[in-house]
Structure formats: structure tokens, C-alpha cells
């Protein structure tokens, strides 16, 4: 065992010496660019929605708002995320763990297949205004078969990449017997087992549900189990793209700004939780449903809540972390430390930005996950505003932040201080565009304005009830985000293509020389997977079970765009 | 562990705390639990089915009334409901078709209507006016269509 430590931990010094294995870097670039070309996508059809419900831009007869909106939220919650979290973490493993198998490699390049062939099928129907659904698909709002047989090669593709991300970390473990999986390896391991938790519901939802029921193999559908099904993934989905931010909050950052990480056995403490209570989340948006009993839904008020813990502790790790940091580069002063920060540097910059918002989005998260305050704001412009925030700029600007170090790494180029500059320009365009847009759409949402409305003056309702300044201000916000979105995608193409040749490391913070050792406890994965079940199965045996047995007649499926 | 760590997670379990006594407080003593009515009905038989086969406002006490209606793309029925001020009115509900949602704008009325479904929510009418109730859940082309109003006099 010796010997097996010893070559392996020489390959690993090697691979980081020599920089990025260019097979793995294939693979990871690969999926960078399609993440970043539906960033574009998504952002211009964003525009085409915010002008819209400003008043200012009619759509063209062949361009349906549904349609754009559908196409808006598959391309950034599904493509967008996926694409930019699986090859972060497939750069994260081949750097950790000493390059990825040649068989996880193989897999890597089936799943992306897979999943491109999958995303074609669904947009095939979405532009022939066949499947406007929504991101959320509730039956009996049925699209064309095809939109669901994509889905299932996506959630396939999804399958694959995870188990590819299973066998690397299950041999590391193999020839490392006794150590710790270094921390983005761990982040990494928790995030593949959220995606196929959360993917399995859906599965479940669109094969045995949907697809013998649109294919008229049977009579009706049961509409509160599709829903809560979805649910189970659709919530998970967003929460697996913010423990993927979390992960380079934790282990990047503090490498930016030249300090060292939060405490080992604490950060792992952070993912352990997120893992075991995540999936339960999903019922919260299933507050004002009927058929779920009020007990069922004062449970999962707890269940959704304690999910908000790991993130407080988060909040401190953070926190504390820059402040050491900063007193350790000679900052000093209650708050005058803050002057030390690298302010200057995109690659700070956007994530820190990032970590503010969440105060705010963790906040309004609390707040509408408790029944009553949920009611006030179900379905309105205030839930739009809210995962504009979490996902908008949480989630989407430490991706941002992520691409100035990941690409230039895996391109072996580097990032010019010109680059930093345009990254630095951008990050505080979108801020400005993110922040008009999420505090309007939270006060119209307070006002009564709905959700996933075209443009509507309701009589002179929308004039009455205050909605259209508000409006007019998310036109305003999307125009500045489309803006910070065209300089975002040059910036991620010129670095992957055109930026000067070079090395740039993968920056991976340093535990605080003498810190404790982390227990090992910590990896029984195995533990942890069978509490996550256990929790799943608690919260959700009792109303799926309720759902079935009294499930009134199914519902027949409708065309309704 | 620091001990400001300490305090900042013990007032972070706090919070969560607070949060759930006071839902609870407010779902158990002031019976302002969400809208979770568990009733079934067969969604393709609405019309033939008691009580929606005659949706209306019918008073049922002083100051009380119960309103029974069914959602349908893209309408209500019945539309523009008028109320004496200080009412309270029940409202039964269900849809013919699709998901809908059932929204009074300036009220708490909020709640899903879902085919198959019998959903009810409870609201007193206190100030007069025109309120704008719509769909707030996407439900087809015509959605941003689907509006009525209730006057309270």
C-alpha cells in the first residue's frame, strides 16, 4: 500500500506540475462552451421577456411569450447549470485525483452526447411551439412526446456523468486507504449524489407518468403525484447548482485572496447536511396545493428550514475567512480589514458579489418557505425576483468569477490584466441590471402582480395596483444584463481561444497550517446516503402514498397554447 | 470552535425556531393555515357534479357567503361577484381542465386549483372596492387573460 500511495501521490504532483491533462481538459472546455453559448441564448430571449412585460416590445405572431419563457428557463435552470457544474467538477476531479480514468473519461463523452442529443429533442418541439410548458411541465398541460423523450436522454446523460464521478472517487478511494477525499473531490461527490437523487423523482415522473400517458397507452394522469414528483427534482436542481458555488467559495476564494480555507472538518459539515435534508425541500412549493394536510405541510415548513442552517454557518465561514486574511495582509479596524480585500481582481470580485446576494435571497427564502408569508407570494413576481437572486447572481456570478481561473487552466492560456478588466466591467453591469430587476420583481410580487404573465393591464388593474413602473424598471434590468451577458460570453471564448499562451493554476486554498485533523468519520458516504433516504422517505411516503390511494380519475391531456 | 461562532449559530438555530413556533402559532391557534382542502372529484364530470353543477354566490348566514366555482381556461365562473362590505365569503373551488391558480390581488387569497380537486380558502371583505382576482398560474395562451372582479359595496 506503500508503494501504491507513493506513485499515485507522483502522478498527482506531476499532473500538477505539468498543469492540466489535455484529454480532461477536452472534456471540460466542451461543456463550458455549451454552458456558455445558453448563457447567451437564454439571456437574449430574458431581453425579448423583460421588454415584453415592460409594455414596450409586442412579440411577432410566430414568437408566443410562453414559448420564449419555456425556452428562457430550460436554457439557463437545465442547460446552462448542468453543462458549467459537471465540467467544473470534471476539471475539479481530474486536478485532485490525479487525472481521470481513460473509462471515466469515455463516460464523460458519452453522458455529454447524450445529453446534447437530449437537449435537441427538446428544443425540436419548443421551436415549433409544440411543448410550451414551462420549465415545470405540470400535466394534464401536455407537449409533443418528443419534449419528454428528451428529457430522459438528459436525465441519462446526467446518470452517466455521475457514476463516471462515482468510479473515480471510489478508486481513489481504493489506493488512498484512510486518507480524506480532498475537499472539491468531496464537493464533488456530494453534488453527483444530489443530481441522481433529484434526477431519479423526475425520472420516475416522465417515464411512468407522463410518457405512456401522452403516448395514450393510458386513459389519465394523476396530476398531484406528477407534481410533487417534479418538485422533488425541481428544487433539489437549483440547491445542487448553489452547493456547486458554495464548493468554490470555500475552497477557491480563499486562494485567491491568499489566505488559507475554513476549517477542514467544518466545511465538510456544511456539505454532509445539504446532502441528507436537500431533496425533502421540494414541498414548500407545494404550500397552497389542496390534497396535502396541513400537519404534512407544518412538517416540511421544518424540513425547508433547516436546510437554511448549513447556510448560515456558511455565512460565518465566509466571513471569517476574508477577515483573517485581511488582518493577516496588515488590515486592521472594526471593518477597515475590508480595505485589504482584492478588490480589483474579477476573480474575487464576481463571487464575492455573489455571496452578498445571498444574504438577501437566503433570507427571502426563509421567509416564503413558512406558510402563511408563502401565501402572500405564491406564484408572484416576488418568487421571480427570489431566484433571480439565488440563481441569478448567487449561483451565476461565481460561476462567472469560476470562468477567469477555469478556462485560461484548461486552455493553458492566461487571464491579461485587460481580460480582469472587461470580467471586472461586466460584474458590475450585471450587479446593477440583477439588483433593479430582483427588487422590482420582489415589490410587484408584494403588490399581487403574477408570474409567468405576458403582458397584461388586467382593465386598468396594472395602473391601479402600482405593477407598471415596476415593470418598466425589469425592462431596464434586463436590457444591463444582456449588456454584461454578450461581454461575459467574449470573454469566455477570447480566454479559450485567443488569450495569450500560458500556465494557470487551478487554485485550490491550503487547510491553516496546524489545524486539526479531521475525523474520519467524515467520508462514510455510505452513512450518509442511507440517511438521505431515511429523510426522504419521511417526509414524502406519507403523501405520495395518500396521493395514490386517493387519487380521484385521471386527467385527460390539453393543448391550451 | 470561536465563540462569537458560537453565538452567531446559536441565534441561527434561534431564528429557524422562531419561525416555526410562529407558523405554527398562527396554522394551530389563529387558524391561518394554507389552503389544503382534501376533497376529490372526477375532473371530466364537473358539470354533473354537486356542488358545481350550479356555480354561483349564495348567502348562508349573516354577512357570510359561499361562492362555488370552477376554474377553466381562460375564465371563471361565475365573473364579477359582488359582496356587501364586511362579508366573509368562502370560496369552493376546482378546475375543468389545467392547473389553475386562484389570486385576489391586496387579499391573502392564494391558492392552487388543481383538476381532479376540490380547493377552498376563506376571506372577510372589510374595505369596499373593486378587487382584481386572476390566474396566477401559467395555464395556456390565453392566460394573461384570465381575470374577473369582486366588488365589495
Known amino acids: 500500500m506503500q508503494t501504491a500511495l507513493k506513485s499515485t501521490s507522483i502522478k498527482q504532483k506531476t499532473n500538477q506540475a505539468l498543469g492540466v491533462n489535455l484529454e480532461d481538459a477536452r472534456i471540460s472546455k466542451s461543456y463550458l462552451a455549451v454552458a456558455f453559448i445558453a448563457v447567451l441564448l437564454g439571456g437574449l430571449l430574458g431581453l425579448v421577456q423583460g421588454l415584453n412585460r415592460a409594455g414596450v416590445l409586442t412579440l411577432p405572431a410566430w414568437a ?17 447549470s448542468a453543462f458549467f457544474t459537471i465540467g467544473y467538477f470534471y476539471a475539479g476531479l481530474s486536478h485532485t485525483l490525479g487525472g481521470l480514468l481513460p473509462k471515466v473519461r469515455k463516460i464523460a463523452w458519452v453522458g455529454f452526447w447524450t445529453k446534447i442529443v437530449g437537449f435537441v429533442l427538446v428544443v425540436i418541439p419548443v421551436l415549433m411551439n409544440e411543448a410550451s410548458v414551462m420549465y415545470t411541465f405540470y400535466p394534464p398541460m401536455a407537449a409533443h412526446p418528443m419534449f419528454y423523450f428528451g428529457l430522459v436522454l438528459i436525465v441519462l446523460g446526467v446518470w452517466a456523468l455521475s457514476v463516471g464521478a462515482f468510479i473515480q472517487v471510489a478508486n481513489w478511494r481504493k489506493n488512498h486507504k484512510g486518507q480524506h477525499l480532498p ?44 407534481r410533487t414528483l417534479f418538485w422533488a427534482f425541481g428544487h433539489t436542481a437549483v440547491n445542487i447548482w448553489y ?116 444574504i438577501p435571497a437566503g433570507a427571502g427564502g426563509i421567509v416564503q418557505s413558512t406558510n402563511q408569508l408563502d401565501q402572500v407570494v405564491h406564484n408572484t413576481m416576488w418568487i421571480v425576483g427570489h431566484f433571480h437572486l439565488t440563481l441569478g447572481m448567487s449561483v451565476v456570478m461565481t460561476f462567472f468569477g469560476i470562468s477567469y481561473w477555469l478556462i485560461p487552466y484548461l486552455s493553458k492560456r492566461v487571464l491579461t490584466p485587460n481580460m480582469n478588466k472587461v470580467g471586472v466591467i461586466q460584474a458590475i453591469i450585471w450587479t446593477a441590471g440583477m439588483v433593479i430587476m430582483a427588487i422590482s420583481m420582489h415589490i410587484a410580487g408584494l403588490f399581487g402582480s403574477p408570474r409567468r404573465t405576458s403582458f397584461t393591464t388586467y382593465g386598468d388593474f396594472a395602473e391601479q395596483l402600482g405593477w407598471n413602473p415596476l415593470m418598466a424598471a425589469v425592462g431596464i434590468g434586463a436590457t444591463l444584463l444582456l449588456i454584461a451577458v454578450i461581454l461575459q460570453v467574449y470573454a469566455v471564448f477570447n480566454m479559450m481561444f485567443f488569450a495569450p499562451k500560458g500556465e494557470t493554476e487551478f487554485p485550490i486554498a491550503e487547510e491553516e497550517p496546524g489545524a486539526a485533523k479531521t475525523p474520519y468519520w467524515t467520508e462514510r458516504w455510505g452513512v450518509w446516503v442511507v440517511l438521505m433516504l431515511l429523510v426522504i422517505s419521511m417526509a414524502y411516503v406519507i403523501p405520495i402514498v395518500d396521493m395514490i390511494v386517493n387519487a380521484p380519475p385521471g386527467s385527460p391531456p390539453f393543448k391550451t397554447w | 470552535m470561536h465563540l462569537d461562532e458560537k453565538i452567531w449559530l446559536f441565534l441561527s438555530f434561534g431564528m429557524i425556531m422562531i419561525f416555526m413556533i410562529f407558523t405554527g ?36 348566514g349573516e354577512n357570510e357567503y359561499e361562492v362555488v366555482m370552477t376554474l377553466q381556461i381562460f375564465s371563471f365562473t361565475p365573473m364579477d361577484i359582488e359582496v356587501p362590505a364586511g362579508s366573509t365569503v368562502h370560496f369552493t373551488l376546482t378546475s375543468k381542465d389545467v392547473t389553475h391558480g386562484f389570486q385576489v390581488a391586496n387579499t391573502n387569497i392564494n391558492a392552487m386549483v388543481m383538476p381532479g380537486h376540490i380547493q377552498k380558502i376563506s376571506q372577510k371583505f372589510d374595505k369596499p372596492g373593486k378587487y382584481l382576482v386572476l390566474c396566477n398560474e401559467y395555464c395556456g395562451a390565453g392566460h394573461q387573460a384570465m381575470s374577473t372582479t369582486i366588488t365589495v359595496k
Open chain 1, 64 to 80: 408566443n411569450y410562453y414559448q420564449v419563457l419555456t425556452a428562457h428557463g430550460l436554457l439557463l435552470v437545465v442547460v446552462f
Open chain 1, 243 to 358: 452547493l456547486t458555488a458554495v464548493s468554490a467559495w470555500y475552497v477557491v476564494i480563499p486562494k485567491i485572496i491568499g489566505g488559507h480555507r475554513w476549517s477542514d472538518l467544518l466545511t465538510r459539515m456544511v456539505v454532509i447536511p445539504l446532502v441528507i435534508m436537500n431533496i425533502t425541500g421540494g414541498f414548500h412549493h407545494q404550500i397552497v396545493d389542496p390534497a396535502i394536510s396541513e400537519g404534512i405541510k407544518y412538517m416540511h415548513v421544518f424540513m425547508s428550514l433547516a436546510i437554511g442552517f448549513p447556510s448560515l454557518m456558511t455565512a460565518y465561514a465566509l466571513f471569517r475567512v476574508f477577515e483573517r486574511t485581511a488582518r493577516q495582509k496588515g488590515g486592521t479596524g472594526l471593518i477597515g480589514w475590508f480595505k485589504k480585500m482584492p478588490w480589483g481582481d474579477v476573480r474575487f470580485l464576481s463571487p464575492f458579489i455573489a455571496m452578498v446576494a445571498f
Open chain 1, 183 to 226: 475537499i472539491m473531490a468531496f464537493f464533488a461527490t456530494g453534488v453527483f449524489i444530489l443530481l441522481v437523487g433529484a434526477t431519479a423523482f423526475v425520472a420516475v415522473e416522465v417515464l411512468f407518468l407522463i410518457i405512456p400517458w401522452v403516448l395514450g397507452w393510458t386513459d389519465g394522469i394523476n396530476v398531484m403525484l406528477s
Open chain 2, 25 to 60: 402559532y398562527q396554522a394551530v391557534a389563529l387558524e391561518m393555515g394554507p389552503p389544503s382542502h382534501k376533497e376529490t372529484i372526477d375532473p371530466q364530470k364537473v358539470d354533473q357534479t354537486a356542488p358545481f353543477d350550479q356555480p354561483g354566490i349564495k348567502q348562508i
